[in-house]
T-cell receptor
Framework: KNEVEQSPQNLTAQEGEFITINCSYSVGISALHWLQQHPGGGIVSLFMLSSGKKKHGRLIATINIQEKHSSLHITASHPRDSAVYICAVRAQGAQKLVFGQGTRLTINP | NAGVTQTPKFQVLKTGQSMTLQCAQDMNHNSMYWYRQDPGMGLRLIYYSASEGTTDKGEVPNGYNVSRLNKREFSLRLESAAPSQTSVYFC???????????FGPGTRLLVL
């Protein structure tokens, strides 16, 4: 079993829909990261969080430390949100990130 | 600022050839990383350098060596390339290992 599991692996939705991507992990963590990989391959960091909730524009990330679970939400989705979304965790005391396999999101107009 | 730059963008090697992937950052970051990304798998850490003068193995170090040349530059060397090393390689950097990582554009490597 991977330390970091994402669901779903693939998600297709219509423009305007509310999107939720889930991430579960099996170890105690210091921080959880959400990243976005564009169709062209570039990777950008969206959020780093260790508790609660963070919001940036239409993106919201939440984390429940007790349940070892995080969600990434996208409100009013748009075709430009089409990308692979990657969850990564840094275990307590560790220097390295462990990555999930990613969720491929496609938003159709 | 250019951020994190990688060269080359694309490379084809024959089995047994050697090459060095270059990475540089201009953000004055202390920590740098090399990852590989393969279809159906998450990013996997090859080596990292928590600070200038240190390097440590990641999850998949076999067949690779690294050099932290100075604070800006972190290179990845394949001494004898194998088809299993066909992958996309990403360099990243962060202020420290606890902070957000910034990624380079990637190098696509094909080993025949």
């Amino acid at each position: 079993k991977n330390e970091v599991e994402q669901s779903p692996q693939n998600l297709t939705a219509q423009e305007g829909e509310f999107i939720t991507i889930n991430c579960s992990y099996s170890v105690g963590i210091s921080a959880l990261h959400w990243l976005q990989q564009h169709p062209g391959g570039g990777i950008v960091s969206l959020f780093m969080l260790s508790s609660g909730k963070k919001k940036h524009g239409r993106l919201i990330a939440t984390i429940n430390i007790q349940e070892k679970h995080s969600s990434l939400h996208i409100t009013a989705s748009h075709p430009r949100d089409s990308a692979v979304y990657i969850c990564a965790v840094r275990a307590q005391g560790a220097q390295k990130l462990v990555f999930g396999q990613g969720t491929r999101l496609t938003i159709n107009p | 600022n250019a951020g994190v730059t990688q060269t080359p963008k694309f490379q084809v090697l024959k089995t047994g050839q050697s090459m060095t992937l270059q990475c540089a950052q201009d953000m004055n970051h202390n920590s740098m990383y090399w990852y590989r990304q393969d279809p159906g798998m998450g990013l996997r850490l090859i080596y990292y350098s928590a600070s200038e003068g240190t390097t440590d193995k990641g999850e998949v170090p076999n067949g690779y060596n690294v050099s932290r040349l100075n604070k800006r530059e972190f290179s990845l060397r394949l001494e004898s390339a194998a088809p299993s090393q066909t992958s996309v390689y990403f360099c990243a950097s962060s202020v420290w290992t606890s902070e957000t990582q910034y990624f380079g554009p990637g190098t696509r490597l094909l080993v025949l």
